[in-house]
C-alpha cells in the first residue's frame, strides 16, 4: 500500500477495521438485506479519493479478506491483488521469529475462527493437538482457499503474486501491479526509494539479502519441523480441495 501511494495516481488504506466489522454485523445476527445496506454503503465512502481522479486501493485484514466475493460482485469495475507468501517461506517467517511467531500463527487463526472461516477438516480436539507452526498453516490454508475462490470466480480481475516475486523483481512486480489497477507510476523509482529497503513495523535497514538470509538461517535450523509441516499441509490442502497455486499469475 506504501508503494503505491502516489498522490494523482492512487490513495491507500491499509486493512481498515470497518471491513471487519462488517463481518461481526453479519456474525451478531444481521439480515442478509442489513449487511448487503451496509456493505453497500462502506464501499461507497471507501471508494471516495481524497483528490479527484485517484484510484482507491484497499489492503484487506485477514478477515476482511473473506468479504473478496461480496466486494467484487457488488463493483464490477474493481480488480484484486493476492499478495501471499510461498507456504515453506511463510513458516519459516514464523520461526525465525522464535515464541512471538508462533503466538502470531496462533492469534491469526483464532481472529479467522472469530469470523467462522477456520472449518478445515479438524474438530476442535484435533486443533488443539497441533503444533503452533501446523496452526499457523492453517491459517494460511484458509486464506488460501479465499483467494483461490476469488480469484477462479472473477478471472482476470483478480490476479496473484507471491513475496519472493516483490523482493527479488521489485521493480517489475510493482510496474504489473500498476498495470493492473491501472496507475500511471513510476515503478522503477518507487522500487530504488527506501522504502523497500526498511522493516515495515520497526523502521530498522532491513533489505531482501538480510531478509533471504535470516530465512536460510531459519529453515536451517528448523529444518525438520518445517519441511513435515509444509508435507502435512499439502495433505490437508489436498483433501479440502484448496488451490495452492493462486490463479491469475501477474506476468513479471
Keep these: 500500500t506504501r508503494a503505491l501511494d502516489r498522490e494523482g495516481a492512487?490513495?491507500?488504506l491499509s486493512e481498515p477495521p470497518i471491513l471487519t466489522d462488517i463481518v461481526s454485523y453479519r456474525l451478531a445476527g444481521a439480515t442478509p438485506a442489513q449487511a448487503s445496506a451496509l456493505l453497500d454503503d462502506i464501499l461507497g465512502l471507501l471508494a471516495r479519493p481524497f483528490a479527484p481522479g485517484e484510484a482507491?486501493?484497499?489492503k484487506a485484514g485477514a478477515i476482511g479478506n473473506s468479504l473478496g466475493n461480496d466486494i467484487l460482485a457488488r463493483r464490477p469495475s474493481s480488480k484484486a491483488l493476492c499478495l501471499h507468501a510461498p507456504l515453506p517461506v511463510y513458516l519459516a517467517s514464523a520461526a525465525r521469529k522464535g515464541v512471538w511467531g508462533r503466538i502470531w500463527g496462533r492469534k491469526l487463526f483464532a481472529t479467522l475462527r472469530s469470523a467462522g472461516?477456520?472449518?478445515i477438516g479438524f474438530t476442535p480436539d484435533e486443533l488443539f493437538e497441533q503444533s503452533d507452526l501446523q496452526i499457523a498453516a492453517d491459517a494460511w490454508l484458509i486464506l488460501h482457499r479465499v483467494m483461490g475462490e476469488v480469484g477462479s470466480r472473477f478471472g482476470e480481475r483478480v490476479r496473484a503474486t507471491d513475496s519472493e516475486s516483490l523482493f527479488t523483481r521489485t521493480a517489475a512486480a510493482i510496474g504489473a501491479i500498476a498495470l493492473h489497477f491501472g496507475l500511471a507510476i513510476d515503478?522503477?523509482?518507487?522500487?530504488a526509494v527506501p522504502l523497500f529497503r526498511r522493516h515495515a513495523?520497526?523502521?530498522e535497514e532491513f533489505d531482501s539479502e538480510r531478509r533471504a538470509q535470516e530465512l536460510r538461517e531459519a529453515t536451517a535450523v528448523h529444518r525438520e519441523e518445517i519441511e513435515m509441516i509444509d508435507k502435512w499441509a499439502r495433505m490437508v490442502a489436498d483433501a479440502?480441495?484448496?488451490r495452492l497455486d493462486l490463479p491469475g499469475k501477474l506476468d513479471l
Design 240 to 242: 479440502q480441495g484448496i
Design 187 to 191: 515503478a522503477a523509482a518507487i522500487a
Design 117 to 119: 472461516l477456520t472449518e
Design 56 to 58: 482507491v486501493i484497499v
Design 10 to 12: 492512487a490513495m491507500t
Design 201 to 203: 513495523k520497526s523502521g
